[in-house]
């Protein structure tokens, strides 16, 4: 079964604290991967691709270790406006890429 | 920013009855999905579409469910005989590619089923 798992949380974080969630998949065929972020009831909004070098977008920081089938989001100085669900998603090799979602870490940032 | 749309933003229909839900992709996009998340539950893949058919579809997407883009602009998922354990969120994505590139998605349609 085709599975990505995220710990579901909650982190309860103060401003200003640097917050990392990992995320496990089970599929080896796996080959592009997204972080998103979900405020409740809306749409998963993207939060970055993330490569197999890493990548950084200002205060967010993505890895992936592909021996180890995990993705991690690294968060420095966060904010308030950080507080939301995210969602780390896998895509597996094909036509169309179809995503395949954990069932989320929920964020809330303290101030 | 270019934007996926959805309409409606909430549906309430009667069980039994046909829905449809309906987007407008990213204009230069050329990949486009449907998913649904019930309420506390994960986003699930339903179905994707490129070339105007059917490029891979999930076990929930059955003989219930049917999409097409008829004008080119539109992309419309067909719930027929909805049953009460359809109520759920239907997001849209699009993307412009495949592999490393992203899906955007839209905001959603609620769909409650009486």
């Known amino acids: 079964r085709k599975e990505v798992e995220q710990d579901p949380g909650p982190f309860n974080v103060p401003e200003g604290a640097t917050v990392a969630f990992n995320c496990t998949y089970s599929?080896?065929?796996?080959?592009?991967f997204f972080w998103y972020r979900q405020d409740c009831r809306k749409e998963p909004k993207l939060l970055m691709s993330v490569y197999s070098s890493g990548n950084e977008d200002g205060r967010f920081t993505a890895q992936l270790n592909r021996a180890s089938q995990y993705i991690s989001l690294l968060i420095r100085d966060s904010k308030l406006s950080d507080s939301a669900t995210y969602l780390c998603?896998?895509?597996?090799?094909?036509?169309?890429?179809?995503?395949?979602f954990g069932s989320g870490t929920q964020l809330t940032v303290l101030p | 920013e270019p934007e996926v749309t959805q309409t409606p933003s909430h549906q309430v229909t009667q069980m039994g009855q046909e829905v449809i839900l309906r987007c407008v992709p990213i204009?230069?996009?050329?990949?486009f999905y449907w998913y649904r998340q019930i309420l506390g539950q994960k986003v699930e893949f339903l179905v994707s579409?490129?070339?105007?058919?059917?490029?891979?579809k999930s076990e929930i997407f059955d003989d219930q469910f049917s999409v097409e883009r008829p004008d080119g602009s539109n992309f419309t998922l067909k719930i027929r005989s909805t049953k009460l354990e359809d109520s759920a969120m239907y997001f849209c994505a699009s993307s412009v590619g495949t592999g490393h590139q992203p899906q955007h998605f839209g905001d959603g349609t609620r769909l409650s089923i009486l």
């Open positions: 998603a896998a895509g597996a090799s094909g036509s169309a890429r179809q995503l395949t």
């Open positions: 599929n080896s065929a796996s080959q592009s």
């Open positions: 204009s230069n996009h050329l990949y």
């Open positions: 579409f490129y070339n105007n058919e059917i490029s891979e």
